[in-house]
């Protein structure tokens, strides 16, 4: 017998080896009719796996967050059989469930093309009407090789060699088509749905491979309801509309070339709205911080002492003095974060715990190995600005210097906006990590301790707070800040992250009361993460219509007829007086034209004169994004775009005074 214990904590004993379809049915028909999987001890299996031992048992219905894995995996063998159909002797490879949707590698001799999608995906809908049974078997080696081969699947055959001795070898039928699959499945193909989508074809080689065959692989999505699928499809949409690579072209912002993969060439309005980020977060950090800079390329043995070395190698970009003659070789590693250079400043002098806590910030240029695929624009670079510091304080600080950090981070994600949605994670201790269980124990407490403080005081804003095991830095744990953009979107930005393990690698102390050696908490904080990164998110956020105090060009002049040239020039010069970014537009076309390239480059005001303004002294004014014009005093005007063009964090302080 087998003891199952339901989710309202019933405890019931069953045969043993019943599966969970025939518990259901003896429950009620309808709720075996509404499930198509179930949960053992929380993990997801086949409704119809037989259960050996005593466990907590969940079912799961289609509308269980749990169940979106399963309609995405069964899609993709649904297209997998759509695709053999339609094309006979195509061979698939593997299809897994990936963030928000799936995918099937194919080989044929022709790749498949975008306007094979709407075929298949017709086939698709052919099949899940049949809604055949999923049924797993589980067969010898030797005989999957044999069928396999029988069949001219080369790649599957290869695959079985794959698979660890002394692992099941399963194979899932729906109807006549079957594929090899780790599982589980729903019940049958019927309970997919027609939520999904197939989005797009692409090259990949086998197994990542450029030596092996190029396989075509197709993308897709699904969700439980139509809806569901709706708004992603919308959002992908205007994903598409908000690219910062699109917006950084429209408004003349960075380029990027192939003779510097992954680093930013950043032309003049780009760098001006950087320029403005970096003056915003200097201007929060004073008074608090003391700003520093470490150097870009420091000896190998740095990094080992640091274990970045080993650990994070692979990531990192080596120099190598040419030093061979004169017996001055060395290697040098251009570093991929600040830490260990501020904990040589730190270092450097007897510290006393008086000084406590010491926060040391640099807006530091890092360089770390990014594959060229995994290149994206700002978002995935190899060379990048971090609003980078290190708080050094005592145990008895840490929590308190937490809290403050949070608080910086979450004043400076509405100042940019982001005033929605907020997760706070708290990262716990990887696989891969230096230090004692004893540490991390210590150090794990005191942030679990300082993320329930934290989800506490967060009632006035939407902040979620959960845990993300295993997934901390290789020498502490860590929270990460995930902010939500304005079509939904998740971006992970700011992190802090508590240390005991480099300082005392280092050897770095300070002198505490009791006059005895101390080594302190190393606090490594980021707010922006990568400076280059989120001025990508912004863009996107703000689909390129950004705050006046951020815009790079604020407004523009632009003049109707030559006869207002003269008065344009006097407003120019008025307004950039005042500190707006403003430009002008003389040129002998035509008005509209004018207003329709500057809305293209996002530019948010345009002050539009002509003979009639410049006779009464008035402007035109026209805002981008919205119809109509305003018609104010030059005087006027211009002082309203001055005090709306003042950054968030300086009009408090004007409102302070």
């Known amino acids: 017998?087998?003891?199952?214990?339901?989710?309202?904590?019933?405890?019931?004993?069953?045969?043993?080896?019943?599966?969970?379809?025939?518990?259901?049915?003896?429950?009620?028909?309808?709720?075996?009719?509404?499930?198509?999987?179930?949960?053992?001890?929380?993990?997801?299996?086949?409704?119809?796996?037989?259960?050996?031992?005593?466990?907590?048992?969940?079912?799961?219905?289609?509308?269980?967050?749990?169940?979106?894995?399963?309609?995405?995996?069964?899609?993709?063998?649904?297209?997998?059989?759509?695709?053999?159909?339609?094309?006979?002797?195509?061979?698939?490879?593997?299809?897994?469930?990936?963030?928000?949707?799936?995918?099937?590698?194919?080989?044929?001799?022709?790749?498949?093309?975008?306007?094979?999608?709407?075929?298949?995906?017709?086939?698709?809908?052919?099949?899940?009407?049949?809604?055949?049974?999923?049924?797993?078997?589980?067969?010898?080696?030797?005989?999957?090789?044999?069928?396999?081969?029988?069949?001219?699947?080369?790649?599957k055959v290869e695959l079985v060699d794959a698979i660890p001795a002394g692992e099941q070898l399963k194979i899932y039928r729906q109807g006549d088509w079957f594929d090899m699959c780790r599982g589980p499945h729903m019940t049958s193909t019927g309970k997919i749905g027609n939520a999904f989508k197939l989005q797009k074809v692409a090259g990949a080689y086998w197994r990542g491979d450029s030596k092996n065959p190029m396989l075509t692989r197709i993308y897709g999505t699904a969700f439980a309801k139509q809806e569901e699928l709706?708004?992603?499809?919308?959002?992908?949409?205007?994903?598409?509309?908000?690219?910062?690579?699109?917006?950084?072209?429209?408004?003349?912002?960075?380029?990027?070339?192939?003779?510097?993969?992954?680093?930013?060439?950043?032309?003049?309005?780009?760098?001006?709205?950087?320029?403005?980020?970096?003056?915003?977060?200097?201007?929060?950090?004073?008074?608090?911080?003391?700003?520093?800079?470490?150097?870009?390329?420091?000896?190998?043995?740095?990094?080992?002492?640091?274990?970045?070395?080993?650990?994070?190698?692979?990531?990192?970009?080596?120099?190598?003095?040419?030093?061979?003659?004169?017996?001055?070789?060395?290697?040098?590693?251009?570093?991929?974060?600040?830490?260990?250079?501020?904990?040589?400043?730190?270092?450097?002098?007897?510290?006393?715990?008086?000084?406590?806590?010491?926060?040391?910030?640099?807006?530091?240029?890092?360089?770390?190995?990014?594959?060229?695929?995994?290149?994206?624009?700002?978002?995935?670079?190899?060379?990048?600005?971090?609003?980078?510091?290190?708080?050094?304080?005592?145990?008895?600080?840490?929590?308190?210097?937490?809290?403050?950090?949070?608080?910086?981070?979450?004043?400076?994600?509405?100042?940019?906006?982001?005033?929605?949605?907020?997760?706070?994670?708290?990262?716990?201790?990887?696989?891969?990590?230096?230090?004692?269980?004893?540490?991390?124990?210590?150090?794990?407490g005191i942030m679990q301790d300082v993320l329930k403080r934290i989800e506490a005081q967060s009632h006035n804003r939407k902040i979620k707070t959960t845990i993300n095991p295993g997934e901390g830095a290789f020498y502490g744990p860590k929270f990460e800040y995930v902010l939500r953009d304005a079509i939904g979107r998740d971006w992970q930005c700011g992190t802090t992250q508590v240390d005991f393990n480099l300082p005392e690698r280092f050897d770095a102390f300070y002198i505490g009361a009791d006059g005895q050696k101390t080594t302190p908490v190393m606090i490594h904080r980021a707010i922006c993460g990568s400076m280059e990164r989120f001025l990508g998110v912004v863009l996107e956020h703000y689909a390129g219509h950004l705050p006046l105090w951020l815009a790079p060009v604020q407004a523009v002049i632009a003049t109707i007829t030559s006869d207002a040239d003269d008065y344009a020039s006097q407003t120019l010069a008025a307004a950039r007086k005042l500190g707006l970014r403003a430009e002008g537009d003389l040129r002998n076309e035509k008005i509209n034209y004018k207003v329709r390239e500057h809305s293209l480059a996002k530019v948010p005001v345009m002050l539009v004169v002509g003979k009639k303004e410049a006779a009464e002294r008035t402007v035109s004014i026209r805002r981008f994004g919205k119809e109509g014009q305003q018609v104010i005093g030059l005087e006027a005007a211009l002082k309203m775009l001055a005090d709306e063009a003042v950054a968030p964090d300086l009009r408090r302080m004007q409102n302070a005074a």
């Not at 490879?93 to 093309?113: K, Q």
């Not at 052919?126 to 049974?133: G, M, Q, T, V």
């Open 230 to 444: 709706d708004a992603y499809l919308h959002q992908l949409e205007e994903a598409e509309k908000r690219d910062h690579r699109k917006l950084g072209r429209e408004m003349d912002l960075f380029h990027f070339q192939e003779e510097g993969p992954g680093t930013v060439f950043w032309h003049a309005n780009g760098w001006t709205i950087f320029q403005e980020m970096v003056s915003y977060m200097r201007r929060r950090l004073k008074g608090d911080y003391r700003e520093v800079n470490a150097p870009q390329m420091l000896d190998k043995s740095l990094w080992e002492t640091s274990g970045h070395w080993e650990w994070f190698r692979e990531n990192m970009f080596m120099a190598q003095s040419a030093g061979e003659e004169t017996g001055d070789e060395r290697i040098f590693a251009i570093k991929p974060m600040n830490c260990p250079g501020h904990i040589q400043i730190f270092k450097h002098g007897l510290r006393s715990y008086r000084e406590l806590p010491l926060r040391l910030a640099e807006f530091g240029a890092v360089h770390r190995y990014e594959p060229s695929g995994a290149l994206h624009g700002l978002l995935r670079v190899r060379a990048f600005t971090q609003d980078d510091a290190h708080v050094f304080c005592t145990q008895e600080q840490m929590a308190d210097e937490c809290l403050k950090i949070n608080d910086l981070i979450l004043s400076t994600y509405a100042d940019f906006g982001f005033e929605g949605d907020l997760t706070v994670k708290l990262s716990t201790r990887p696989e891969k990590r230096v230090g004692s269980d004893a540490a991390w124990d210590h150090a794990e």
């Open 1 to 155: 017998m087998v003891a199952l214990t339901f989710p309202d904590g019933a405890r019931r004993e069953y045969p043993a080896n019943i599966t969970g379809l025939d518990i259901a049915k003896g429950i009620s028909p309808s709720l075996a009719k509404r499930t198509v999987a179930m949960a053992l001890d929380g993990k997801v299996a086949d409704l119809a796996d037989p259960i050996e031992k005593d466990a907590k048992i969940e079912f799961l219905t289609r509308e269980d967050p749990r169940a979106l894995e399963l309609i995405r995996h069964d899609a993709a063998h649904v297209m997998a059989e759509a695709v053999q159909s339609l094309w006979p002797g195509t061979q698939v490879t593997i299809g897994p469930v990936i963030d928000n949707g799936f995918f099937y590698d194919f080989y044929r001799n022709a790749p498949f093309t975008p306007e094979d999608l709407p075929v298949i995906e017709k086939k698709m809908r052919e099949i899940i009407a049949r809604d055949k049974a999923f049924t797993k078997e589980v067969w010898p080696r030797d005989e999957a090789k044999r069928v396999f081969k029988e069949k001219g699947e080369n790649f």
